[in-house]
């Protein structure tokens, strides 16, 4: 575990340039490395299992990218109106994060089972909370 997570920092120093991290492909191949690691699937499962994770990741990027450029447009506008659109889009946004992954949680199930469903979930968290706490130890205090 040691080994993966000096790869982990590796890999992330590398991709400090990357304003989101997400995105970065070196990022992505670790978190499928510990995904991998987490399921432990069979080849057939595996088979059928990792083009619709890759269909479920591409929709959130795409999301989540509609969700930074909404923040860069949006400027502390005083204007009630502009305040409001910022509100609906980020709402609509939000909605349709919650909806996606509701609606893939049901297609792992039927892929993976719950258990390994459940399992998923909890690895994805794992893997976002381990990069944190490598952003956070590099940083000066």
Not at 100 to 120: D, N, R
């Amino acid at each position: 575990m040691k080994h993966f997570k000096l790869h982990i920092l590796f890999l992330l120093l590398l991709c400090v340039s990357y304003s989101y991290f997400a995105q970065s492909p070196k990022i992505d191949k670790a978190r499928i490395q510990f995904i991998t690691e987490k399921l432990n699937l069979e080849p057939a499962v595996a088979q059928k299992f990792w083009p619709v994770y890759n269909e479920y990741v591409d929709k959130l990027k795409s999301i989540r990218h509609e969700r930074r450029k909404l923040f860069k447009e949006y400027n502390y506008s005083n204007n009630p109106a502009e305040a409001e659109q910022f509100l609906k889009k980020y709402s609509q946004l939000e909605t349709a994060e919650e909806q996606l992954k509701l609606e893939y949680i049901q297609k792992f199930k039927q892929i993976i089972g719950t258990v390994k469903t459940a399992h998923l979930i909890r690895a994805e968290e794992e893997f976002r909370l381990e990069l944190v706490k490598l952003l956070k130890s590099d940083k000066p205090d």
